[in-house]
């Protein structure tokens, strides 16, 4: 197998369209083209970690966080960045990452964290704006299902928790083939009224080709009238960090232990608890503190992020309890994550998880 095989797997659940702009996530080191040995997934690609890779055989380094995250003009081993890639050059491992555009995702980094707690009814805490697009399209009647049915197929039609969504209305549309034409109604120099409905469907923008494609495979006239509308809608499925609700109230001392015995950390930072039931809980992967106002807008008594800074703890304003649990603890799962993803399309193969931490900060306790 391709290594190009295994990036298309991971790119048609976390599109690479959806990292934001400061990042590099993808394709880091190394050529799509090369034969897969087998995979070695970590959180943080370090020179350990490519010896790891070496040791077990895998060409294919997966990892949630780029080695490569600015600029970089000398590659001459004087930083550990510069050695690790280096090494991985040497031995032809590719390096490829995968960071917010899984950070993005409904079902990604936060979702998994949302799993282990055991959140319902959730919701992503700030969804994007302006990555929705409406196909609208005109079809005869008797093809509306069939044409319907292929871009559901391609992945339009979802809004939110519903899928296959769409809207139609019927009328008459009007056309005279021309000289050359193999006219799916009608003849050629007379103008032709057809029975015909108008079909309305949403989609992310990043599938256009796809569900462009299936509409002109489906669709039984030579020329198709379509139009494709920008909408600057929120996407519900896609954004930072995620809010849901605990099955049952839990006391905030507890709480906090649960969160503890969870991730596996030895102590939480946090603000001074308020005495109140926790029901809602907010989280986000990583560097959250951009999200607390979010947090605090949506009514979370609770928000669990990482990375927060001293006068950052203030703005909690003694309405929720904000938790630090440390970056490399907060997306530890995410090394599951992406080894669930690729053993469901590649079942048989060498797909390994790193066996050290890469965490590079440390607890005297």
């Known amino acids: 197998m391709r290594i190009s095989e295994i990036i298309s797997c991971l790119e048609s659940f976390a599109p690479p369209v959806l990292q934001e702009s400061y990042d590099n996530a993808g394709l880091i080191a190394g050529q799509s083209n090369w034969e897969c040995s087998g995979i070695l997934i970590a959180l943080d690609i370090t020179e350990t970690v490519v010896r790891e890779a070496i040791e077990k055989k895998c060409n ?23 050695k690790t890639l280096i090494e991985a050059i040497k031995k032809e491992i590719a390096l490829y990452a995968l960071h917010t555009n899984l950070d993005n995702m409904f079902h990604g980094v936060n979702g998994r964290i949302a ?6 009814d ?15 399209v005109f079809v005869p009647l008797s093809y509306t299902e069939i044409l319907r049915n292929a871009i559901f197929e391609a992945g339009a039609g ?15 549309g009007t056309f005279k083939p021309g000289d050359g034409t193999q006219p799916f109604a ?19 923008g990043y599938l256009r080709k796809g569900i462009l494609d299936a509409m002109g495979g489906a669709h039984p006239y ?16 896609i954004g930072s960090g995620m809010i849901g609700e605990l099955g049952q109230p839990m006391e905030e001392g507890l709480f906090l232990s649960r969160i503890k015995e969870l991730f596996g950390v030895p102590v939480v930072r946090h603000t001074r608890l308020n005495q109140r039931p926790v029901r809602k809980v907010a989280v986000c992967g990583g560097a959250g503190s951009f999200l607390i106002p979010k ?15 001293y006068h950052e703890f203030f703005a909690a304003e003694d309405k929720m ?14 090394i599951d994550l992406i080894g669930d993803i690729l053993r469901e399309k590649f079942p048989t193969f060498a797909i390994l998880k790193t066996t050290g931490s890469t965490n590079p900060v440390h607890y005297f306790l």
């Not at 939110?160 to 009328?171: A, K, L, M, P, Q």
């Not at 947090?295 to 800074?309: H, R, S, V």
Request: hydrophobic letters at 35%; glycine letters at 10%; proline letters at 3%.
């Open 60 to 82: 294919l380094i997966i990892s949630h966080h780029p080695v490569i995250f600015g600029g970089i003009k000398k590659i001459t081993g004087q930083t550990g960045v510069e």
């Open 115 to 120: 799993d282990k707690l055991e959140l319902r």
């Open 122 to 136: 959730r919701r992503v805490l700030d969804p994007k704006s302006s990555l929705l697009e409406k196909l609208v």
């Open 158 to 172: 979802h809004i939110g928790n519903y899928s296959e969504c769409s809207f139609s209305t019927e009328g008459a």
């Open 186 to 204: 009608g003849e050629q120099g007379k103008r032709h009224i057809e029975k015909e409905n108008r079909l309305e469907v949403v989609y992310p």
């Open 222 to 237: 030579e020329e198709v009238a379509y139009d494709v509308f920008a909408l600057t809608n929120p996407h519900g499925g």
């Open 295 to 309: 947090a605090l807008g949506a009514g979370a008594d609770f928000y669990i992020t990482a990375d927060i800074k």
């Open 321 to 334: 309890v904000l938790a630090d649990i440390g970056h490399f603890e907060s997306e530890q799962f995410t």
